[in-house]
């Protein structure tokens, strides 16, 4: 399984047999196969099913899909960053990521967000990234607009309710 490695974290390419177990909330199996610690609540945030679905019926979507973050020194997979979709016609991605509540306010996140853009970009198929975000989730906000996204728009949706619209060319700004 394809690893990008940063400073503290491995993101871990969820194949298709590790989007299975998730799916199956299969904490023992996910451990055993990755070598590292999983909590009981880690498969509760990825989209396991949907990105299961889509890699069984397309497998060269797999690489923008999920990742799981490992936290290395702490051998603990600690949260989930990935694409929804690989780059469309006009080479934009929409990013999603989440990480477990006890190990939120460390910068995991902004280092999972930067690896993995790092490694859009050097594909050749990304030069954007975009962001959705939940208009009280201040934490992301902040988090996205501290790696140089712009702020572009806020809409309702039906199914997501209040939304705001950030987006950042690719490479992430140093």
Not at 30 to 41: Q, S, Y
Not at 110 to 134: K, Q
Request: glycine fraction near 6%.
């Amino acid at each position: 399984m394809p690893i990008l490695r940063s400073v503290r974290l491995d993101l871990v390419e969820l194949t298709e047999d590790l989007l299975r177990l998730a799916a199956e909330r299969d904490v023992a199996a996910l451990a055993a196969e990755l070598g590292v610690r999983v909590g009981p609540e880690w498969p509760e945030i990825i989209p396991a099913r949907e990105n299961l679905k889509a890699v069984r019926e397309e497998p060269a979507v797999q690489p923008w899909l999920s990742r799981g973050i490992v936290l290395r020194d702490e051998g603990t997979l600690v949260g989930e960053v990935g694409f929804h979709n690989p780059p469309d016609e006009l080479a934009v991605v929409e990013l999603g990521y989440e990480v477990l509540p006890a190990f939120r306010r460390r910068g995991i996140a902004a280092e999972a967000v930067r690896a993995l853009t790092d490694w859009a970009f050097a594909t050749g198929e990304a030069s954007t990234v975009y962001a959705t975000i939940a208009h009280g989730n201040t934490a992301s906000i902040r988090l996205v607009r501290s790696l140089g996204f712009r702020f572009q728009e806020d809409y309702h949706d039906a199914v997501d309710g209040h939304l705001v619209f950030y987006e950042c060319p690719l490479p992430l700004p140093r």
